[in-house]
C-alpha cells in the first residue's frame, strides 16, 4: 500500500491523462481514482464517476456523450454527457470492462481527439478531461477474446495500478 501510495503521488500532478485501475471487486479502486483526482491540478474542477456495468448498454452513452433535443422521442432538451459536465476535471470509468464494443469506439475517440459528438449532434465539443478507468476484469484475456478492442486498451493503460485486495490488507478493514 506504500509503494501504491507513492506510486498515486507521482501520477496525480502529472500531465498523464489516463490511468488504469485493475484490480478485484471492493479492493477500494473508486477511492484509489478519487486520491488521484484530489491531488491533481484538477482537483478544483468536477469529479465525475459511472459506473459502467450498472448503466444499460442503450443509456450509457447518452449518459457519457450527452444528446441533442429531438435525438430521440423523449429528448425534449440538450443534455450534455458526464464528458462536457466533467470539463476541466477528471471523469472515473468504473467497470470500463463491462462497457460494449460500440461505446468503446467512442471512448476511444475521446481518448484520441478530446472531443464528444452528442447523440443526434453533428458537431464535435472539445473536452479538457483526465480519464481514470477501472476494472475487475483482466482486460487483456478480454482483448485477446475480441471483447474489448485491444487499441482502447492501449490508451486506457498509460499508467497501470493494480490495486491489492483486502485479504493482503487486513488493517484497511
Known amino acids: 500500500m506504500r509503494e501504491l501510495r507513492e506510486r498515486i503521488l507521482l501520477v496525480a500532478p502529472s500531465l498523464i491523462s489516463t490511468v488504469l485501475l485493475t484490480g478485484e471487486s471492493g479492493s477500494g479502486k473508486d477511492q484509489v481514482a478519487r486520491a ?3 491531488q491533481s491540478i484538477r482537483r478544483e474542477a468536477p469529479f465525475k464517476p459511472i459506473n459502467c456495468a450498472a448503466i444499460p448498454d442503450n443509456l450509457l452513452e447518452n449518459e457519457l456523450f450527452g ?8 429528448a425534449k432538451t440538450q443534455y450534455r454527457g458526464v464528458f462536457e459536465q466533467a470539463n476541466g476535471g477528471t471523469v472515473f470509468l468504473d467497470e470500463v470492462g463491462e462497457m460494449s464494443l460500440a ?3 467512442r471512448l476511444l475517440r475521446v481518448l484520441e481527439q478530446r472531443e464528444v459528438t452528442r ?4 458537431g464535435a465539443v472539445t473536452v ?5 478507468a477501472a476494472t475487475n476484469k483482466n482486460l487483456q484475456e478480454a482483448v485477446a477474446a475480441r471483447e474489448f478492442r485491444r487499441d482502447l ?3 486506457l493503460k498509460v499508467v497501470e495500478l493494480a490495486i491489492p485486495p483486502l485479504r493482503r490488507r487486513a ?3
Open 67 to 74: 444528446h441533442e433535443k429531438g435525438a430521440f422521442t423523449d
Open 153 to 155: 486498451y492501449h490508451r
Open 119 to 122: 447523440i443526434g449532434g453533428s
Open 128 to 132: 479538457d478531461i483526465r480519464i481514470i
Open 103 to 105: 461505446a468503446q469506439v
Open 36 to 38: 488521484i483526482h484530489d
Open 171 to 173: 488493517l484497511d478493514i
